[in-house]
């Protein structure tokens, strides 16, 4: 059974870092688009980052030049390490999975990320 399991999530001031891992079993990883979502309390779910399984990367504006996605297609993993975090990257981060020719898709449930002003 397909199953992601997001880690990493936690408490952090202003201007730290975190990096969270989303673990994927039950799939053919290399064959899956990877994504890290995240929705604020009173939000939409919104799109951060994503990579592709020939390794594309592409972020949200707000996080340019502050996240960076990655995957290892060895462990089935994929990383999301955020610098210069913000109070507003406050969120429950969910990690994504879709099979690059479409029609499955698959989400973790959540870790929880707070950012301290």
């Known amino acids: 059974q397909a199953q992601l399991v997001e880690s990493g999530g936690g408490l952090v001031q202003a201007g730290g870092s975190l990096r969270l891992s989303c673990a994927a079993s039950?799939?053919?990883?290399?064959?899956?688009?990877m994504g890290w979502y995240r929705q604020a309390p009173g939000k939409q779910r919104e799109l951060v980052a994503t990579?592709?399984?020939?390794?594309?990367?592409n972020y949200a504006d707000s996080v340019k030049g502050r996240f960076t996605i990655s995957r290892d297609n060895v462990k089935n993993t994929v990383y999301l390490q955020m610098n210069s975090l913000k109070p507003e990257d406050t969120a429950v981060y969910y990690c994504?999975?879709?099979?690059?020719?479409?029609?499955?898709?698959?989400w973790g449930q959540g870790t929880q990320v707070t950012v301290s002003s």
């Open positions: 994504n999975a879709a099979y690059r020719l479409g029609g499955i898709r698959y």
């Open positions: 990579i592709t399984t020939g390794g594309g990367t």
């Open positions: 039950g799939m053919r990883f290399s064959l899956m688009n």
